[in-house]
């Protein structure tokens, strides 16, 4: 597609349940970045995937998280147990492949909120 | 671990004035900064940035000067435009690794 997509948008669940969101990088790109903005913070590293490279989770907040990213394009991020301090936006970003000169493209984001 | 601080939460400046939006960071190996633009339930965008080999980078009504022996960096928007208001980050890589970002200024420019 013409940029990232993320989707769902907007996610409200309960606390303790599981979610899963997905990110539809930009076509081509091999570089694939999860962020997440908690109210009032800056963008938070999660995790990196880069080609068939093991991917680099130093970001991930708990072992609640984890992403998995399927023949190099989609990535799914999945919290397990959800807790009320990970209401967050989670933003996905993709980027050519040792390209950074644009930076990264990203995607609107998806808003989850755990009540 | 904060490699990168954008100290100011809020700016906010009368139209046609210059905007300067500040940023410093640890990390003495970044070598590559960028500063992203976000509006309300967007993602962030590109900006503009700049190689540690220079200090300075123009586009338009953006520069951005890079200060290496303070590790700061600054974004100047002149002149400012009601529609420049939204959150700045600054952001900053080492070599091919991750971005790390700053937690964002919020511009508010007033007609």
């Known amino acids: 597609g013409a940029g990232v997509s993320q989707s769902p948008s907007n996610k409200v669940t309960e606390k303790g349940k599981d979610v899963e969101l997905r990110c539809d990088p930009i076509?081509?790109?091999?570089?694939l970045y999860w962020y997440r903005q908690s109210l009032g913070q800056g963008l938070e590293f999660l995790i990196y995937f880069q080609g068939n490279s093991a991917p680099d989770k130093s970001g991930l907040p708990s072992d609640r998280f984890s992403a998995e990213r399927t023949g190099g394009s989609v990535s799914t991020l999945t919290i397990q147990r959800t807790q009320q301090e990970d209401s967050a936006v989670y933003l996905c970003?993709?980027?050519?492949?040792?390209?950074?000169?644009?930076?990264?493209?990203f995607g609107s984001g998806t808003r989850l909120t755990v009540v | 671990d904060q490699q990168v601080k954008q100290n100011s939460p809020s700016l906010s400046v009368q139209e046609g004035r210059i905007s300067i939006l500040n940023c410093d960071y640890t990390?003495?190996?970044?070598?590559?900064f960028l500063w992203y633009k976000k509006y309300p339930a967007e993602g962030p965008t590109f900006l503009i940035s700049i190689s540690s080999i220079k200090d300075k980078n123009e586009d338009g009504r953006f520069t951005v000067f890079l200060n290496k022996s303070a590790k700061h960096l600054s974004l100047h928007i002149v002149p400012s435009q009601p529609g420049d208001s939204a959150v700045y980050f600054c952001?900053?890589?080492?070599?091919?690794?991750?971005?790390?970002f700053g937690a964002g200024t919020r511009l508010t420019v007033k007609p």
């Open positions: 076509s081509g790109h091999t570089a």
């Open positions: 990390n003495s190996m970044f070598d590559y």
């Open positions: 970003a993709s980027s050519l492949a040792r390209r950074q000169t644009y930076g990264y493209t």
């Open positions: 952001a900053a890589s080492a070599g091919y690794n991750d971005m790390r």
